[in-house]
């Protein structure tokens, strides 16, 4: 099934790969099973009539963090069949299992600063999480950090997500910065020193705390390909809020 | 200029035989489930930093206004320094503590007098509703004083609040203060949602601030959901369709949410009124997955929409798909709280039991698959 995701690369061609930037590329299957990136998963779902692939991260026991158009599309409205497959990686996978409830961070005007599919604007406010009726990982969840001030001081964060327009979408890729994420507008984040492809989109964003342990700090939600660049939904206080209130 | 995209991959090309083929979601992983160790439980979260300011103002001279003036001058105080360009965010939290500083009759009397003499001077911030539907940001220093004005009245079971609110709203100055002042009304009077429903009908209609719609505006969409009143579905609608992309994303949430707050009205109503939405039929489906099955009204409300023969299979699927995990839209609103608590025991049974019911009397049976998808979905 997921093979047929690949006829997108021919669309998008393979401009991504012609610049100077670091590219997605599989984590291996050890890696991918070694927290925290274990706890990240590919998220399918319907929108319309059509089926889609996204990431998303298990960020509390029953809640995966993902982007908001994962969730949401203005002409077919909310997503279905929302099913989460964590940790898979070349057809093997740890857990599998349906959303119950969706949520979209952002409001009336939050929402409404959306001029298209391009638009910074609507990025800034690109998350969404959704909530399981059982434990995801036996009660375990990524680390998470609402920090945006450690993504402006240097490269080194890392980039996770299924990629399905140059890969399969069935391998974890991670993509790492070589330089610091400049602030866009609001929450949202964007960094020219790498690419990213579809499928990633709702993927975590990780920094290490400086002792070795990684923190989701952000979520992929965006990408150029002219110039090469990845965009970042960060976790700020209006995210932990987020995740605090509504997530379980 | 960079062209940016959205990083979802689409899996299966558009138009499948309906949502009867979905043999994809049994995606063709190894059917081993390879179970690792789990790591060790993560330590709970790091405390969060506060995320940097928003204003994208230029930096501003920062003064604050002595606390041992009257209130009144240190108004006067701030207004004259926002005029000169001080630093907004200071000079209005600093005015904040003053109010809550003294007898809330006295606040409340200094910021009656500022707002008498008509005079203002522009923050340069956003518009922004945070918790409780408190301001983060106001635009000026009228539309602050009258966020803290709500607020203290509210607190104090004074009647300034609502009493400026009606005369606000008798003349259309600026949507930033009708929506302040829509806010402070609901918080005064909760007999005012007809009142409130009307001057909602007013701005929607009111032409220049539909054309620049700002975020006063927008977030005046709130009182939608707070009135409860399904009449604003069709206006919602047209606006879905003919409205500035602002609008239709303001729409879309605001329908969304009237759907959560009055299910059965807005079921009844769209049934009543079949076109409306018939260009949007998988976001019209949505607002039927907001149904409580405990309630017999609502589920037969479902019902007779699945009954009816101008919508299709498809739209009718999407409900089905949809009530296995209803959507909601999460933000800080004017008056309304953000999203219903998940299901209870008792709503999840009805759901339970009426999908059981349909599948076992075969009472859609064209909409068989989808069902027997959503059992399954429940009970994983």
């Known amino acids: 099934m997921k093979k047929t995701a690949a006829f997108l690369s021919a669309i998008f061609c393979a401009s991504a790969f012609a610049f100077a930037a670091s590219n997605p590329a599989p984590t291996g299957q050890s890696l991918a099973r070694t927290f925290p990136y274990s706890m990240i998963g590919q998220v399918e779902f319907y929108s319309g009539r059509s089926a889609y692939v996204g990431s998303g991260t298990v960020i509390k026991t029953h809640s995966v963090l993902t982007a908001g158009h994962v969730m949401w599309d203005p002409d077919y409205g909310w997503s279905t069949h929302m099913l989460f497959t964590r940790s898979l990686y070349s057809g093997s996978y740890i857990s599998s299992q349906y959303a119950r409830r969706k949520y979209i961070l952002g409001g009336y005007s939050t929402n409404a600063n959306y001029y298209g599919p391009d638009s910074v604007l609507a990025f800034a406010n690109d998350m969404g999480a959704m909530v399981f009726r059982n434990t995801i990982a036996d009660g375990a969840y990524a680390g998470w950090w609402a920090n945006p001030t450690l993504l402006t001081s240097g490269g080194g964060s890392k980039l996770l997500g299924y990629g399905a327009e140059f890969h399969t979408g069935d391998e974890l890729l991670s993509v790492t910065t070589l330089d610091a994420f400049t602030r866009t507008r609001g929450g949202f984040y964007e960094n020219d020193s790498i690419s990213v492809e579809g499928g990633m989109s709702g993927g975590p964003v990780l920094e290490d705390d400086g002792s070795g342990n990684l923190y989701v700090v952000g979520v992929v939600v965006a990408g150029s390909d002219h110039p090469v660049s990845g965009g970042i939904r960060v976790l700020d206080t209006k995210a932990a809020r987020f995740i605090g209130s509504y997530l379980r | ?380």
Not at chain 2, 107 to 122: K, M, T, Y
Not at chain 2, 248 to 266: G, I, K, S, W
């Open chain 2, 1 to 380: 200029m960079k062209r940016k995209r959205l990083l979802v991959a689409l899996t299966i090309a558009a138009f499948l035989a309906g949502f009867a083929a979905t043999v994809w979601l049994r995606p063709a992983v190894s059917p081993e489930k390879q179970r690792v160790n789990t790591s060790p439980l993560p330590q709970s979260s790091a405390p969060f930093s506060n995320a940097p300011a928003t204003s994208q103002n230029q930096p501003r001279a920062k003064t604050t206004p002595a606390k041992s003036l009257p209130l009144s001058a240190q108004i006067d105080a701030i207004l004259a320094a926002l005029q000169t360009g001080a630093d907004p965010r200071e000079q209005l939290d600093a005015l904040k503590a003053a109010l809550r500083d003294v007898d809330p009759k006295q606040a409340i009397a200094a910021i009656l007098n500022f707002l008498a003499s008509g005079r203002d001077a522009s923050t340069g911030l956003a518009f922004q509703v945070g918790e409780g539907g408190a301001l983060d940001g106001a635009p000026t220093l009228r539309v602050f004083l009258m966020d803290q004005l709500g607020q203290l009245a509210r607190d104090s079971g004074d009647a300034a609040g609502g009493n400026i609110a009606r005369q606000v709203l008798q003349t259309k100055n600026s949507a930033d203060e009708w929506a302040i002042s829509l806010r402070n009304l609901a918080w005064s009077d909760p007999n005012a949602r007809p009142f409130l429903a009307g001057k909602m009908r007013e701005m929607l209609t009111y032409q220049p601030w539909l054309q620049k719609p700002d975020s006063g505006f927008l977030e005046a969409f709130d009182v939608i959901a707070y009135t409860q009143d399904p009449g604003f579905t069709e206006p919602l609608a047209d606006m879905l369709r003919t409205g500035n992309p602002p609008l239709q994303r303001a729409a879309a949430v605001a329908l969304d949410r009237l759907a959560e707050t009055a299910p059965l009205a807005v079921m009844n109503y769209l049934n009543n009124n079949p076109g409306v939405l018939a260009d949007k039929p998988f976001v019209r489906a949505d607002y039927f997955a907001k149904a409580d099955f405990s309630d017999s009204s609502q589920r037969k409300a479902v019902e007779a929409y699945l009954d009816r023969g101008d919508v299709s299979v498809p739209e009718k699927s999407k409900l089905i798909s949809e009530l296995a995990s209803p959507g909601s839209f999460v933000s800080d609103g004017l008056l309304t709280s953000s999203a219903p608590p998940e299901p209870t025991e008792k709503q999840n049974s009805a759901l339970l039991d009426t999908v059981q019911h349909w599948i076992d009397s075969q009472k859609y049976p064209h909409l068989q698959t989808p069902l027997l998808e959503l059992q399954q979905e429940l009970a994983h």
